[in-house]
């Protein structure tokens, strides 16, 4: 199986700046669709970002001219790139993923990153 590994957050003044990134943990056919998602404490989990396997995006409008995601195919990661960051993006952010992992396979497995914490001081 295949693990998707987060790494990047950390905590940042209002108005700086992180770049997320998701790895799958072995080599894999491809990444599909894949997006972000964050959670706050005592808040739903909200879809922030999300790329198609076309490479088209969406955005939640919270985020929209701040945030944006793309990926490296050959390096089979996913990054979400957040400037003018402020306090209220503050949230656990998990990345989601269908993997095919078998070349010439038609199906595709969804997976979750541990989570990644990214605090912002207002």
């Known amino acids: 199986q295949v693990q998707l590994v987060e790494s990047g957050g950390g905590l940042v003044q209002a108005g700086g700046s992180l770049r997320l990134s998701c790895v799958a943990s072995r080599t894999i056919a491809s990444i599909n669709a894949a997006g972000w998602y964050r959670q706050a404490p005592g808040r739903q989990r909200e879809l922030v970002a999300a790329?198609?396997?076309?490479?088209?995006?969406n955005y939640a409008d919270a985020v929209k001219g701040r945030f944006t995601i793309f990926r490296d195919n050959a390096a089979n990661t996913v990054y979400l790139q957040m400037n003018s960051l402020k306090f209220e993006d503050t949230a656990v952010y998990y990345c989601?993923?269908?993997?095919?992992?078998?070349?010439?396979?038609?199906?595709?497995?969804?997976?979750w990153g541990q989570g990644t914490q990214v605090t912002v001081s207002s």
């Open positions: 790329i198609s396997t076309s490479g088209s995006t």
């Open positions: 989601n993923a269908d993997i095919q992992i078998i070349r010439y396979s038609r199906s595709t497995h969804n997976y």
